[in-house]
């Protein structure tokens, strides 16, 4: 794909660009640029993508930390609803039909709300809070006189870094790459993300295939780099401690 948003339209075309650009040219991410429907949906997609991040990462690291302590009392008890909702989804339709009538349609919260907190994330936090921070951190702070809201703030949330990070990236490559329900709940194009314009860059570049593949080249790059930035925090989410000599 990128090879091909680089080389000669007519070369691509004719199918005689396999791993290196040949005919290199950019005429390609000019006319993306020059769209101007394309860089609105692209900061829709980033302005809806942050946005949705954040309210993920605070909603399930909010659920995750206190379902993972044992005192607790109703903890099995909620964790059974999310392990219920992962098994069995109230469904597409049911879905668009609430979003429908809270008149959500066509806002920016029809993309947000649904997706405000994942399951899998949670779990993967309450793992992570379980396993990574041992108790006797928890009871020392409770010891120095440490409300509920300071231990966690204070002290959780930053040994949980890794396993808030992880959970993080997961947020933003599912709100970064939602296409059909973002196409079902955003009508007007002003309002749409870069995704759920894909199937009408077809149309806007004609045959023009490099055109296309260079948009889809500038649609992948954000993903890329936020995996590779945050790639060592996969690692230290599933081996990480909390106390370290």
């Known amino acids: 794909a990128i090879s091909c948003s680089f080389s000669s339209p007519l070369l691509v075309v004719q199918s005689k660009v396999y791993l290196l650009p040949k005919g290199l040219t950019t005429i390609a991410y000019e006319r993306v640029f020059n769209n101007h429907q394309i860089l609105t949906g692209y900061k829709n997609t980033v302005f809806y993508t942050l946005l949705g991040t954040a309210i993920n990462i605070i909603l399930t690291t909010m659920t995750a930390y206190p379902l993972s302590r044992r005192d607790f009392k109703a903890r099995k008890f909620i964790t059974f609803l999310f392990t219920f909702t992962m098994l069995f989804s109230g469904g597409l339709i049911p879905t668009f039909l609430v979003v429908r009538n809270l008149g959500l349609m066509n806002t920016v ?10 399951s899998w994330n949670m779990f993967i936090m309450k793992n992570y809070f379980q396993t990574s921070i041992p108790g006797e ?10 409300s509920y809201a300071q231990t966690f703030f204070h002290i959780m949330v930053p040994q949980a ?11 933003f490559l599912g709100f970064w790459n939602e296409y059909y329900w973002a196409s079902l709940v955003i009508i007007d194009k002003k309002l749409m993300t870069i995704p759920s314009l894909m199937g009408q860059f077809q149309t806007s570049f004609s045959t023009n295939y490099n055109g296309m593949l260079s948009a889809i080249v500038i649609i992948m ?6 995996f590779c930035c945050f790639s060592k925090f996969f690692v230290k989410a599933m081996s990480g401690g909390a106390v370290k000599g």
Do not use: K, M
């Open 109 to 118: 919260w029809a993309l947000i709300l649904p997706g405000a907190i994942s």
């Open 137 to 146: 951190l928890y009871e020392a702070a409770r010891i120095d006189g440490c």
């Open 161 to 171: 870094l890794p396993g808030i990070s992880t959970a993080g990236v997961l947020a």
């Open 221 to 226: 790059l954000p993903p890329i780099i936020v």
